[in-house]
């Protein structure tokens, strides 16, 4: 456990803690969700809103109602719905610099990040043919009444999200060819013209894509933005 003195309380040090499949093999949850679903828990963690309760109560009646750790007190993270701290304000506070709630004190104060700084370094995936494909939120070029759709690589799932205070990634694409066509099925890599060892090849929908998923970290081509500031 990890103490956060800005809030007075305690976060598990394992921030994934049920990415963990021995933990997951000793937590055992209830076989009905509060709302009478089934639970479950992905092998990278993720579960629903539903089972995500069901953990943290299994979490505190672990080991005969001693909790995990010896605590039997865990919860999810509060929000409060006022928070004037946080940049927007329409139907409740929501938006980025939040820190009056648990995580959002956690990111702007106890990490001393700085919106939209990631709490990580950016991640080298290799997910075949494609490199440095991010588990979050990519932007597309449609929008609905919800505002801009956006593509999850986590979850798989479509979304859409307001342009405003949110920074995702972007993987361009073109239906133009950047050489021969590769031979192979599916998503295959160039291997001749300007896109060998720069682009894949969607063989059923003829698209092309970057072959770096994330190319913007390594080039921003010449565009150039407001830089937030650093907290000292």
Known sequence: MVYDSNMAVCWLADANLAGNPQVRALVKLSAVNPDGSAPAINPDGTMDYETALNWVDA??????????????????????????TCTSHNGGDFGALCSGSAQGNLYNVGLGRVFPESVTSFLFNIIWPLFNLQPGLYWTSDSNSSGEVTFSFNT?????????????????????????????????????????GRAVYDTVTGTSWTLDANLAAATNFGVRGPRPQLRL
């Open 59 to 84: 979490l505190n009646g672990f080991n005969g109602g001693k909790g995990w750790l010896n605590h039997n007190n865990w919860q999810l993270p509060a929000t409060a719905a006022a928070d004037t």
């Open 156 to 196: 798989g799932q479509q979304g859409s999200n307001t342009t405003k205070y949110n920074y995702f990634h972007v993987l361009p694409m073109t239906q133009s060819l950047l050489g021969s066509i590769p031979s192979g099925s599916g998503v295959v890599p160039y291997r001749s013209g300007p896109g060998a």
